[in-house]
Structure formats: structure tokens, C-alpha cells
């Protein structure tokens, strides 16, 4: 908005010019959704706790250590979309479809995860929204954003280390939609310690930020041998503000956390970063940097199939972390731990740029 604007004065007021530059508004986006998310942090937790007067319900079968977070409040998710989206609206050209469709996803299936947050609450159980319907919205939300995509880039998926594309034709609306879905629950199953899932996020964030940029400028593009998105550099911003508003809110949910992501957080947080991935075609480099959200899916996936099939168990309970947790771990270090992976999956992602 600042960009629409601001830049019509720039004749009269030359240092205007430097909102023209993404660099500038991606860093702006940042730092505003960063200070919003503090500002508005701890009156935010205190509301959330006058109407949550139990807070989250906990799991009974879950881990012992877990029972004493009862109480804590949850949905802090909307916190962050609310830094998000307000830095990045502010920040970002406006006549950029790339970027808001990545908030129709974002907020769409925010909308979902609090539907299942507001139902958990209000019945005191861990069960939430029928898995049925949550996939069912999840596929309407999906299945437009993908629908769009199609119509404005090309329906490509770019391979990493053989400098080539996959044109899917068609079939591209599909694989849209199943990354977007995989990539919500896969950061909503993760969601099960405090910061383990806002941190990872985080990484991946900035990882797509460089991406989306290199991306969207012709010369680097073609330079390292990957896919020119015209117009995708101004993802930037909605990844900048994504990684503020983390960051603020990771403020509150360092362990011992303050407040809960809740479903409304990480299902829309997974959905943003699936539709920026598919936007610039590198659905596999996100499965790479998001290597920790693969294990934890990856992980329920062969639990439950294990003990459909033979009746055992490979984990001692899934998502993983809280086999770890089982084994005797404490949770920061099975939170620091994952983080630390994060971390060197985004530098092997981004490696992975010159590695073709």
C-alpha cells in the first residue's frame, strides 16, 4: 500500500524512490510485523486468557510432562495473522495476484484451523472438527488458489540438480492442491511443542524469501538455471512479514510458552508457504528446507500403517518428537535439537541453487 501510495510524490520527493526497491519493503515488511507482533503480543495473551478460562484441552494419552500446560490459552495463531497480514498489505505492491492469493490461502486455511480451535474449546476435548470437513475445506481453498495459479504461471515444477522443468500440464492443479494440503498438516502435526513448529517455519520462510527473490529477477534466474516468475519477487514481502510475525510470536511461545499456536496458526502458516513454493515452482527444495514437517508426517504415516498391518508400533508414540519425549528427552532439547536441523536443511536448500 505504502508503494501505491507514496510513489506518486517521488518526483517532488526523491528519497520516495527507495520504495520501489523489494529489498527495502521486504525488510520494512519484517520489521512492522515484528513490532506488531510484540506490541500486541502480551494484551493479546491476557484476552485470550479471560475467554479460555481452561485454555487448551491437553491430550490424556499424550506425554505426562504435558498435563501441566493446561490452562495455557491457545488460537496465538492469530497473532500472527493478524502482523502478517496487516505488514504485509502495507508493504506490498497491490496489484500483486502472486501475493494475494498467497493471503487467500494463508487466511483460508487460518479460518479453518480456527473453526477446529474454537470447537476444541468449546467442547473441552482434543478432537476439534471432523476430519472429513476440514478436508473438504481445505480442498475448496486449495483447489481456488490452485485454479489461479494455473491461469497466471506456467504449470511447471522445477527439478532440482538437472537444471530442467516438469510440465504437468494439467495435471499441475492437482499437484498444486496436494502440496498445499500436505504442507498444512505437516506443520500442524508438528505443532505439538512450544516453538517446535514456529521456528522451523521460520527457516523455511527465509529460504523461499531468497528464493521467491532470485526468482523473480530475470538475470539470477537465468543465471542459476532455475525458473523466471515474472512478478514472484514480490512474494518477498509476504514471506519477510511472515517471518516477523513468527518471530514475534515466538517471543511468547518459547518453552515455557505463554500461549498455544493452535490449529489456526500452523494450518494457515503451512498453507502460505506451499502456495509461495508452488508460485515459483519448487515444491521439492520445500521439501527439503520443510525436511522436519516431512518427518513428522512421514512419521504418523508409517506409525499408523505399522499397526493397521501388523498390529505394532514403530514409535513409541507419532508424531516423533513425542517419541523422543517417551524416550526420555526433555522437551527443549527435543525442540533445540529439531531447530538445529531446520537450520541446516535451509543452507542445503539453498546449496542446492548452485548444485545444477
Given at each position: 500500500m505504502l508503494y501505491s501510495?507514496?510513489?506518486?510524490?517521488?518526483d517532488q520527493y526523491s528519497f520516495l524512490?527507495?520504495?520501489?526497491y523489494i529489498t527495502f519493503r521486504t525488510f520494512g515488511a519484517l520489521m512492522t510485523a515484528l513490532v506488531i507482533a510484540w506490541m500486541v503480543g502480551e494484551p493479546f495473551i491476557r484476552w485470550m486468557q479471560g475467554l479460555q478460562r481452561q485454555g487448551q484441552p491437553i491430550r490424556g494419552d499424550g506425554p505426562e510432562s504435558h498435563l501441566k500446560k493446561q490452562g495455557t490459552p491457545t488460537m496465538g495463531g492469530l497473532l500472527i495473522l493478524f502482523s502478517l497480514t496487516l505488514s504485509t498489505v502495507l508493504w506490498m505492491r497491490l496489484d500483486s495476484a502472486f501475493v494475494w492469493w498467497s493471503l487467500w490461502v494463508t487466511l483460508g486455511y487460518g479460518l479453518i484451523g480456527g473453526i477446529d480451535d474454537y470447537l476444541k474449546l468449546s467442547k473441552n476435548n482434543s478432537k476439534g472438527l471432523a476430519g472429513r470437513w476440514k478436508l473438504i475445506l481445505q480442498l475448496f481453498f486449495g483447489g481456488v488458489a490452485a485454479y489461479a495459479l494455473y491461469q497466471i504461471t506456467d504449470p511447471i515444477?522445477?527439478?532440482?540438480?538437472?537444471?530442467?522443468?516438469?510440465?504437468?500440464?494439467?495435471?499441475?492443479?492437482?499437484?498444486?492442491?496436494?502440496?498445499?494440503?500436505?504442507?498444512?498438516?505437516?506443520?500442524?502435526?508438528?505443532?505439538g511443542l512450544d516453538g517446535l513448529a514456529v521456528t522451523p517455519t521460520i527457516m523455511v520462510a527465509i529460504t523461499l524469501t531468497v528464493i521467491v527473490y532470485l526468482t523473480g529477477h530475470v538475470h539470477f534466474a537465468h543465471y542459476l538455471l532455475i525458473p523466471h516468475v515474472s512478478g514472484a519477487g514480490e512474494l518477498s514481502i509476504f514471506c519477510a512479514a511472515m517471518i516477523g510475525a513468527c518471530l514475534g510470536f515466538l517471543w511468547f511461545n518459547t518453552y515455557p510458552a505463554q500461549v498455544f499456536m493452535g490449529d489456526v496458526g500452523s494450518l494457515a502458516l503451512g498453507g502460505g508457504l506451499g502456495f509461495v513454493a508452488c508460485a515459483v515452482h519448487q515444491q521439492f527444495l520445500l521439501a527439503i528446507a520443510g525436511g522436519?514437517?516431512?518427518?513428522?508426517?512421514?512419521?504418523?504415516?508409517v506409525q499408523v500403517a505399522s499397526f493397521k498391518m501388523t498390529?505394532?508400533?514403530?514409535?513409541?508414540?507419532?508424531?516423533?518428537?513425542?517419541?523422543?519425549?517417551?524416550?526420555?528427552w526433555p522437551e527443549p532439547k527435543v525442540i533445540v535439537r529439531f531447530w538445529i536441523i531446520s537450520f541446516l536443511l535451509a543452507l542445503i536448500t539453498l546449496a542446492t541453487l548452485k548444485i545444477r
Open positions: 501510495v507514496l510513489l506518486p510524490f517521488v524512490n527507495i520504495f520501489q515444477v522445477d527439478l532440482p540438480f538437472f537444471a530442467t522443468q516438469w510440465d504437468m500440464g494439467g495435471w499441475y492443479i492437482l499437484f498444486v492442491l496436494f502440496v498445499l494440503i500436505g504442507t498444512s498438516n505437516a506443520v500442524n502435526l508438528t505443532d522436519i514437517f516431512v518427518l513428522e508426517a512421514v512419521s504418523v504415516m498390529g505394532k508400533r514403530v514409535f513409541r508414540m507419532a508424531p516423533i518428537h513425542h517419541h523422543y519425549e517417551l524416550k526420555g
